[in-house]
């Protein structure tokens, strides 16, 4: 029973990482395609730090949201390896886990960049793009700030998915 637990944690640890992984390269793409004209590597190359602070808080925001994914999938786990991990029920409650690890960060990654666009229009005289590649820290610390803020928000959503689940 002990290997069989240990063999769970370690095939979940396994997810996690290439969840985690896959999602912070879909949250840099997605920040790529919201920055339009930018090149991020080549402003953080340069040593930009502004973006450099927009950048960690996109990954601050997607780890923040993976994290209350993956715990959703230890509880589904736990809750299948009572039905029997291999059972059409331990599988059923593991896939719904895995379906709203995936969702979270679907969501994470569509708000922050929703949570951008709308910033970037409500701020009519301010160009937050082109001021980050200025070097402007002050914009970086207001998006940064937007970033983790609608990340705490959908975590707060991923976990009551989990609640629900639960």
């Given at each position: 029973?002990?290997?069989?637990?240990?063999?769970?944690?370690?095939?979940?640890?396994i997810i996690a990482v290439i969840?985690?992984?896959?999602?912070?390269?879909?949250?840099?793409?997605?920040?790529?395609?919201?920055?339009?004209?930018?090149?991020?590597q080549q402003e953080l190359a340069?040593?930009?730090?502004?973006?450099?602070?927009?950048?960690?808080?996109?990954?601050?925001?997607?780890?923040?949201?993976?994290?209350?994914?993956?715990?959703?999938?230890?509880?589904?786990?736990?809750?299948?390896?009572?039905?029997?991990?291999?059972?059409?029920?331990g599988l059923t409650v593991i896939?719904?886990?895995?379906?709203?690890?995936?969702?979270?960060?679907?969501?994470?990654?569509?708000?922050?960049?929703?949570?951008?666009?709308?910033?970037?229009?409500?701020?009519?005289?301010?160009?937050?793009?082109?001021?980050?590649?200025?070097?402007?820290?002050?914009?970086?610390?207001?998006?940064?700030?937007?970033?983790?803020?609608?990340?705490?928000?959908?975590?707060?959503?991923?976990?009551?998915?989990?609640?629900?689940?639960?």
């Amino acid at each position: 029973m002990i290997l069989l637990t240990a063999a769970v944690g370690i095939i979940q640890l396994i997810i996690a990482v290439i969840l985690a992984v896959v999602a912070l390269y879909i949250g840099f793409y997605v920040f790529g395609r919201v920055t339009r004209d930018v090149d991020e590597q080549q402003e953080l190359a340069k040593g930009n730090v502004a973006f450099g602070i927009v950048v960690a808080a996109i990954f601050i925001a997607i780890a923040v949201v993976v994290q209350s994914g993956i715990t959703g999938l230890s509880v589904g786990v736990s809750k299948a390896s009572a039905y029997g991990l291999m059972s059409v029920d331990g599988l059923t409650v593991i896939g719904i886990a895995i379906v709203q690890l995936i969702l979270g960060v679907v969501l994470a990654v569509v708000a922050i960049y929703i949570a951008l666009s709308i910033l970037d229009h409500l701020t009519i005289n301010l160009h937050e793009f082109e001021e980050l590649k200025k070097g402007n820290v002050a914009v970086a610390i207001e998006m940064a700030g937007v970033i983790i803020a609608v990340a705490l928000i959908i975590q707060s959503g991923v976990v009551g998915i989990t609640a629900a689940l639960g």
